[in-house]
DNA sequence: CTTAAATAAGTAATTCATTACCAAAATTAC
DNA sequence: GTAATTTTGGTAATGAATTACTTATTTAAG
């Protein structure tokens, strides 16, 4: 059982909550909401919210009534600027050996590391908050099961 | 300082080791040998190179003189296998969120997983050993260099 | 048969991501 | 201005994956 991308549960949390505030533009979202939306322990769900906020890509009011909220415009917001709040910038790191020389000069490997960092890049980039404000949304989805029964 | 795949460096060493010891088709590989080449530390090697003589990649002797080879045509090897063989079988995990229910029923980023998943996989599959046979080859790139000046 | 070389296998140590907890600071409502 | 709610920030505990080490077993050569 092993899995291909590197996407952590902070990660996970990261777009998920952004998302969720995204759809919740009107009122602020505290972290209990998230935390049991999302399944996920609230300590953690507090971690992720508060990078984001030094990020600059959450706001946050303390206090009752409080909680987290966008400060830039979904479309604005990719998910690559999510992973990299939280996981750091991401390294297109050539042969996945980290060590300075392969044993093989360029490495045999850096074609397949770097083809497929570049392919995922670009899709975290292309994507932006927008994309998600209205996917799966409930209502949008039973008008299309109407039209198409 | 992320890394956006799942590339450890125990599949790193497999990957390396099954290249070296594909061209060194006549005679035996120790894990010494491996261990000075990619820079590894041997014991990690070894864990390694037993993994796959378990998985039937390898055929191993051991004594003096004793060592690694192949058990099948490097045509016939693909990186998938050796990545499986190390790391277990994949699972292209929908919801990155590894919950039953996403907060959002079908996840918004399943498509992400998914399709970054496949395309990763699909590599995998199409590259077999053979392909690593000659790649940077020393007299080959002399030769080409020569030919392109 | 003895010695040396090499793999095999089991166990220990380390690292890293995650989770948990707690006290402090801020804000709102009454 | 008191109490309740909520984020903040620091630190500790947990658990899983990875890496390191040690001893046993096998084999070949002289």
């Given at each position: 059982?092993?899995?291909?991308?590197?996407?952590?549960?902070?990660?996970?949390?990261?777009?998920?909550?952004?998302?969720?505030?995204?759809?919740?533009?009107?009122?602020?979202?505290?972290?209990?909401?998230?935390?049991?939306?999302?399944?996920?322990?609230?300590?953690?769900?507090?971690?992720?919210?508060?990078?984001?906020?030094?990020?600059?890509?959450?706001?946050?009011?303390?206090?009752?009534?409080?909680?987290?909220?966008?400060?830039?415009?979904?479309?604005?917001?990719?998910?690559?600027?999510?992973?990299?709040?939280?996981?750091?910038?991401?390294?297109?790191?050539?042969?996945?050996?980290?060590?300075?020389?392969?044993p093989f000069g360029?490495?045999l490997?850096?074609?397949?590391?770097?083809?497929?960092?570049?392919?995922?890049?670009?899709?975290?980039?292309?994507?932006?908050?927008?994309?998600?404000?209205?996917?799966?949304?409930?209502?949008?989805?039973?008008?299309?099961?109407?039209?198409?029964?």
């Open positions: 059982m092993a899995k291909l991308l590197n996407i952590t549960e902070a990660v996970t949390i990261a777009l998920h909550s952004m998302v969720i505030i995204a759809r919740n533009d009107s009122k602020q979202v505290n972290v209990n909401y998230i935390s049991e939306k999302t399944g996920s322990s609230k300590y953690h769900v507090a971690k992720i919210l508060q990078k984001l906020v030094k990020d600059g890509f959450l706001g946050s009011h303390r206090g009752p009534a409080g909680g987290f909220y966008l400060t830039h415009e979904p479309a604005e917001i990719s998910l690559l600027e999510i992973y990299e709040a939280i996981e750091g910038k991401i390294i297109n790191s050539k042969c996945p050996m980290n060590k300075d020389k392969c360029d490495c490997f850096e074609d397949m590391t770097i083809k497929m960092t570049e392919e995922f890049v670009k899709y975290l980039q292309e994507h932006t908050l927008q994309h998600y404000m209205h996917k799966n949304d409930q209502s949008r989805n039973l008008k299309s099961k109407k039209e198409a029964s």
